[in-house]
């Protein structure tokens, strides 16, 4: 049985959850009731256009090779680490953890890809001898929800601002829509549902899972407006979610970068020995230190171009941050340019900046091409 401690939850049962799908726009799509919706809007545009992608660099540090693995940290406790390293692509693939108790398992976060959550279920399943009875997603991003689904009936809980995001991403799945075809991710005959948190909280939650105490916490904005980890003191480890990119550049999305940064400070002063990472290999404080060095070796770059009135995809192609350049998704660099520029001049939101991400990652494009 798993136990728990609140700090203004929100539980919303059948009937709330289909008033607040009805006000949102969204069509039921299954018998699974609130926990899931198709919708009838259309998709929204894509949030970051593509930029060309780096070459490896001979003169960076190299970075190491890491496999899938459902590896245990401590007795009851196993994280998911997806497969990355040089050469494989990294775009999409994150962790999850599991905690067992008695009678079931606690997951954090879904993935986002068929293949990878059924094979995440599986594995926790087989190692754990029991079924997942709850899902706890860190934040709002599709490659940690999207796999939700896969997990109904059990209860999905998560911050009051990751749900209201989730909300709006079932509004944007219209009916009949299916996963794409993706090696070793979807065979596209998968039905694409979202399924919504039902549990919420704004500050923390402890649930006691058998004998482990697991605290999610809510710090700061920090990769996006509602982020959440997961702690377990008596064992030391933190499943820290996207707050944590380990040898994969960070990706700005929806994040306050300089409020980031704090954050990994604050983590980095807890009484933790384990890290696992949103996106890439387990690690530790000093992993999380790195990471976060790499906004403070961004951040005065930026200013300076800033500064100098270039614009966002201007400065992009300007800077050069060669000690990164071998981390995956290195031309992130464009979407944290246009979240600095925002947070300089005032005009920063919580939702993605479209039309400044698409801007800034064409002019990039160009500037990057004439140079070649």
Same mark, same amino acid.
């Given at each position: 049985?798993?136990?728990?401690?609140?700090?203004?939850?929100?539980?919303?049962?059948?009937?709330?959850?289909?008033?607040?799908?009805?006000?949102?726009?969204?069509?039921?799509?299954?018998?699974?009731?609130?926990?899931?919706?198709?919708?009838?809007?259309? +998709? @929204?545009?894509?949030?970051?256009?593509?930029?060309?992608?780096?070459?490896?660099?001979?003169? $960076?540090?190299?970075?190491?090779?890491?496999?899938?693995?459902?590896?245990?940290? $401590?007795?009851?406790?196993?994280?998911?680490?997806?497969?990355?390293?040089?050469?494989?692509?990294?775009?999409?693939?994150?962790?999850?953890?599991?905690?067992?108790? +008695?009678?079931?398992?606690? #997951?954090?976060?879904?993935?986002?890809? @068929?293949?990878?959550?059924?094979?995440?279920?599986?594995?926790?399943?087989?190692?754990?001898?029991?079924?997942?009875?709850?899902?706890?997603?860190?934040?709002?991003?599709?490659?940690?929800?999207?796999?939700?689904?896969?997990?109904?009936?059990?209860?999905?809980?998560?911050?009051? !601002?990751?749900?209201?995001?989730?909300?709006?991403?079932?509004?944007?799945?219209?009916?009949?829509?299916?996963?794409?075809? %993706? /090696?070793?991710?979807?065979?596209?005959?998968?039905?694409?549902?979202?399924?919504?948190?039902?549990?919420?909280?704004?500050?923390?939650?402890?649930?006691?899972?058998?004998?482990?105490?697991?605290?999610?916490?809510?710090?700061?904005? #920090?990769?996006?407006?509602? &982020?959440?980890?997961?702690?377990? +003191?008596?064992?030391?480890?933190?499943?820290?979610?996207?707050?944590?990119?380990?040898?994969?550049? @960070? !990706?700005?999305?929806? #994040?306050?970068?300089?409020?980031?940064? /704090?954050?990994?400070?604050?983590?980095?002063?807890?009484?933790?020995?384990?890290?696992?990472?949103?996106?890439?290999?387990?690690?530790?404080?000093?992993?999380?230190?790195?990471?976060?060095?790499?906004?403070?070796?961004?951040?005065?770059?930026?200013?300076?171009?800033?500064?100098?009135?270039?614009?966002?995809?201007?400065?992009?192609? &300007?800077?050069?941050? +060669?000690?990164?350049?071998?981390?995956?998704?290195?031309?992130?660099?464009?979407?944290?340019?246009?979240?600095? !520029?925002?947070?300089?001049?005032?005009?920063?939101?919580?939702?993605?900046?479209?039309?400044?991400?698409?801007?800034?990652?064409?002019? !990039?494009?160009?500037?990057?091409?004439? %140079?070649?």
């Amino acid at each position: 049985m798993t136990n728990y401690e609140k700090n203004d939850v929100k539980q919303f049962d059948r009937r709330q959850a289909l008033g607040l799908i009805g006000a949102a726009g969204l069509g039921m799509a299954s018998a699974w009731g609130e926990q899931v919706a198709g919708a009838q809007a259309a +998709p @929204p545009p894509n949030p970051n256009a593509p930029v060309a992608p780096w070459e490896p660099s001979t003169s $960076a540090p190299a970075i190491p090779t890491w496999r899938t693995e459902l590896k245990q940290l $401590a007795p009851n406790v196993w994280t998911y680490i997806q497969a990355g390293g040089p050469n494989i692509p990294t775009g999409g693939i994150s962790n999850a953890l599991a905690v067992a108790g +008695p009678d079931h398992w606690l #997951a954090v976060d879904a993935l986002g890809q @068929p293949f990878h959550t059924k094979a995440f279920i599986a594995a926790a399943n087989k190692a754990t001898g029991k079924p997942c009875g709850r899902l706890v997603n860190t934040h709002h991003h599709g490659d940690h929800v999207a796999g939700n689904q896969f997990f109904l009936p059990v209860e999905i809980v998560s911050h009051e !601002y990751c749900r209201d995001e989730v909300v709006k991403m079932a509004a944007a799945v219209p009916p009949g829509a299916k996963f794409p075809k %993706r /090696e070793g991710g979807a065979d596209g005959t998968e039905d694409r549902k979202i399924a919504i948190p039902v549990t919420t909280f704004s500050d923390r939650m402890t649930y006691r899972v058998g004998n482990i105490v697991v605290e999610f916490l809510f710090i700061d904005p #920090a990769h996006t407006w509602g &982020d959440i980890v997961a702690y377990l +003191p008596a064992e030391k480890i933190l499943f820290a979610g996207d707050i944590f990119f380990n040898y994969v550049t @960070p !990706y700005g999305h929806n #994040a306050h970068i300089s409020k980031w940064i /704090e954050v990994c400070e604050k983590i980095n002063k807890m009484d933790v020995n384990v890290i696992v990472p949103g996106h890439g290999p387990l690690a530790g404080k000093k992993e999380l230190a790195q990471m976060a060095d790499y906004y403070r070796t961004l951040i005065p770059e930026v200013k300076k171009r800033y500064a100098a009135r270039m614009t966002p995809g201007q400065a992009a192609a &300007d800077i050069k941050l +060669p000690k990164y350049q071998n981390w995956r998704g290195p031309e992130q660099l464009v979407n944290n340019v246009v979240r600095l !520029y925002a947070e300089f001049n005032g005009t920063l939101i919580s939702d993605v900046l479209v039309e400044a991400n698409t801007k800034a990652a064409q002019e !990039y494009n160009a500037l990057k091409a004439k %140079r070649v």
